[in-house]
């Protein structure tokens, strides 16, 4: 089994429409992030979370929320999809060390009409 | 600001080839450099991590390099396959503190056999 899963993997939704992706691991580690992926860019931070209480905004974090229900569970939420939120969304983890590598998941490919 | 840029955007090449990956970047007070490989519905896989104080990293056929002065790091690619085909993530974690990790756009191999 995948260390780290998401679901949906695909997704085609309607402008206006709340959305939420989810993400689940099973390595244990304490961090958790969300990522977006967009055509000739690199991934851009959108939230991360240290543990369960802390929640962090990243780069690009408007139009976006985040619940971190348990340790191994963080959830993305768009509240109102807008067509150039159409991407590519990556969740990863790491441990708490700075060493850390970050291990992702294997993406949900948005689609907003 | 950290930006990590990479070149060429896409890359095809015959089986067999040896090839280099580039990767730039504008800081050189780094923490850690990191290439990854993206396949598409898997999500992102690291491949060699270099400490700021390593010039090289090698597992099997592949061989990262880090020039910090140069902001620079190539990764080498030696008798290429058609497994090798794939996008290549260059990502940069500042040495200043902190975790955020800056990732370049990618490089995408295509192996033709």
């Known amino acids: 089994d995948a260390d780290v899963t998401q679901t949906p993997r695909n997704r085609i939704t309607k402008t206006g429409k709340r959305i939420m992706l989810e993400c689940s691991q099973t390595?244990?580690?304490?961090?958790m992030y969300w990522y977006r992926q967009d055509p000739g860019l690199g991934l851009q931070l959108i939230y991360y979370?240290?543990?369960?209480?802390?929640?962090n905004k990243g780069e690009i974090s408007d139009g976006y929320s985040v619940s971190r229900q348990a340790q191994a569970k963080f959830s993305l939420s768009l509240e109102s999809a807008i067509p150039n939120q159409t991407a590519l969304y990556f969740c990863?983890?790491?441990?708490?060390?700075?060493?850390?590598?970050?291990?992702f998941g294997p993406g949900t490919r948005l689609t907003v009409l | 600001k950290q930006e990590v840029t990479q070149i060429p955007a896409a890359l095809s090449v015959p089986e067999g080839e040896n090839l280099v990956l580039n990767c730039s970047f504008t800081?050189?007070?780094?923490?850690?450099l990191q290439w990854f490989r993206q396949d598409p519905g898997k999500g992102l896989t690291s491949l060699l991590l270099?400490?700021?104080?390593?010039r090289e990293q090698t597992s099997g056929r592949l061989n990262a390099s880090l020039d910090k002065s140069s902001g620079r790091s190539t990764l080498y690619i030696a008798a290429s396959q058609p497994g090798d085909s794939a996008t290549y993530l260059c990502?940069?974690?500042?040495?200043?503190?902190?975790?955020?990790?800056?990732f370049g756009a990618g490089t995408r191999l295509f192996v033709k056999a």
């Open positions: 270099i400490q700021s104080s390593q």
């Open positions: 979370s240290f543990d369960v209480k802390d929640i």
């Open positions: 990863a983890t790491s441990d708490s060390g700075r060493m850390g590598t970050q291990y």
């Open positions: 990502a940069v974690r500042p040495g200043t503190g902190g975790f955020k990790t800056i």
């Open positions: 800081d050189s007070a780094i923490y850690n």
């Open positions: 390595k244990g580690h304490d961090r």
